[in-house]
């Protein structure tokens, strides 16, 4: 952004910042400002390209429904949760936050981050800087929405801070929005790895087929059972990564988190819940088949998903924990009676949407905290299930399948569920992850190929990004 249309923010964010800050000495602690206005369109995506540095923290966010996309960048201040009540913390430090926050413009504050999938499951060393509950204040964000473009700025003011010096460092970062996105040298390309050893296949489909036996004895009534696959791969920039799954996957939810020098990204095909205006929506996304190119082929593998009573049972436990889980929150609920199909580039699933009006004071983090994980994720009943996966899977979740996405300060929000994923580390490559539901009659040899169709998309988009060497355009 060139100099005379950056400055002429200036004075509304040193204006801005001068309350706050006055409000902080008033208060006696620090105090959220939040400034927002528009902007000439821009994509966020290029912003990402641009201002990814490798070790300041980001959060991206694309979606279709409703077409919001976002790229926020470094950090204000984080808010950050341990244990089972990691949900509880966030949310009562986030209103406290909001409650004294002096804000100019349309845009209401704003965190966004993401949650552990279980914080009592096992550790390992690539997920340590992802903590168990980790949103963001991020200092900039830019927003399209539709045709609208904007950007917001946020700041925590402290008594004694200089207004000025804070607004002009803020001024400086909206200069470089539309600086071209960082061109690199072509990587040294890792080896195409394909799938698991012949080994790693057995051991695994030997637990799935420990837990089936499990389900048909009456000690769960399902599990979800996921696997990793590395894929070491040379220098690879995360938001080329993005816009390859945005022209292949546009009609997943995209998304890309830096925490130290790691990234965790991918493209979702389950939100969790969004509520907008006091309405929650979500859906059941639970049994999965191939598509294939081939459309008399394909209408005849979505019929026989729609038709096969395993998908259809597995779909129905979803149904049943989300219909439990927001009953207690919300004043009306829909939930139609049978499923469609959802259909994804290289998979298929079996969805119903639902739909509540909230009650009274039930915010989006309660939702998620009622939500996660469900039984798509985890395992019915939950308690049993997580337990299981804690004793039997033999890896670190860590933010896969976990709740990712967004809060505002009017009570709105987005998350979804980290699924189609990779975790991005230098040296290492990506990890990628992939699970798969289990009933009484599942077939591990089935299983196992499921989760190689849910692989294919990020194995795809990081070995087609490891060589490109081109900006956006």
């Known amino acids: ?65 409703p077409g919001l996309a976002f790229f926020a960048w470094d950090r204000a201040l984080e808010l950050d949760g341990h244990g089972e009540r990691r949900f509880v913390r966030i949310e009562e430090n986030w209103q406290a936050l909001c409650r004294h926050a002096v804000v100019e413009g349309p845009l209401a504050p704003r965190l966004c981050g993401g949650f552990r999938f279980d914080p009592a499951g096992p550790r390992q060393k690539h997920w340590q800087a992802f903590g168990d509950a980790s949103l963001d204040l991020a200092r900039l964000t830019v927003l399209r929405e539709g045709d609208t473009c904007r950007v917001l700025c946020q700041q925590l003011a402290e008594a004694g801070n200089d207004a000025l010096t804070l607004a002009i460092r803020h001024d400086s970062i909206l200069r470089r929005l539309r600086q071209p996105a960082r061109r690199r040298g072509q990587p040294a390309a890792g080896s195409p790895h394909t799938g698991a050893s012949a080994q790693e296949r057995r051991d695994w489909e030997s637990k799935v087929a420990e837990a089936v036996r499990n389900i048909r004895q009456g000690q769960l009534g399902k599990v979800v059972l996921a696997r990793s696959q590395n894929q070491p791969l040379g220098g690879i920039e995360a938001w080329h990564v993005i816009e390859y799954l945005r022209r292949q996957h546009g009609n997943t939810q995209l998304f890309a988190c830096r925490r130290g020098d790691s990234c965790f990204l991918g493209a979702s095909p389950e939100r969790l819940v969004q509520v907008r205006g006091g309405e929650a929506q979500t859906h059941a996304l639970a049994g999965t088949a191939a598509r294939s190119t081939n459309a008399r082929e394909d209408a005849r593998l979505g019929k026989a998903l729609l038709d096969s009573a395993k998908d259809r049972h597995e779909h129905q436990l979803v149904v049943d924990a989300i219909r439990a889980a927001l009953e207690p929150c919300s004043e009306t609920l829909e939930i139609p009676g049978t499923p469609v199909l959802k259909q994804l580039a290289s998979v298929q699933h079996l969805n119903t949407p639902i739909r509540a009006r909230l009650a009274q004071g039930a915010g989006i983090l309660r939702l998620v905290q009622a939500l996660h994980p469900t039984p798509a994720v985890g395992g019915y009943p939950r308690a049993a299930a997580l337990d299981y996966i804690r004793r039997h899977e033999g890896m670190d979740r860590g933010w896969y399948a976990a709740p990712l996405g967004w809060v505002d300060g009017e009570g709105n929000g987005d998350f979804l569920v980290a699924l189609r994923s990779a975790l991005l580390s230098p040296g290492h490559g990506g990890v990628l992850f992939a699970g798969c539901g289990l009933v009484g009659d599942s077939d591990p040899q089935l299983e196992y190929r499921e989760t190689c169709l849910k692989l294919t998309a990020m194995q795809e988009a990081l070995l087609a990004t490891a060589s490109q060497d081109t900006a956006l355009a």
């Open 1 to 65: 952004m060139s100099s005379p249309v950056a400055s002429q923010h200036l004075p509304l964010l040193h204006h801005t910042f001068e309350r706050a800050i006055r409000r902080a000495e008033a208060l006696g602690h620090p105090v959220l400002a939040a400034v927002s206005f528009g902007i000439d369109p821009l994509d966020p995506l290029q912003v990402f390209g641009t201002m990814d540095d490798g070790q300041t923290p980001f959060f991206y966010w694309e979606g279709r429904q």
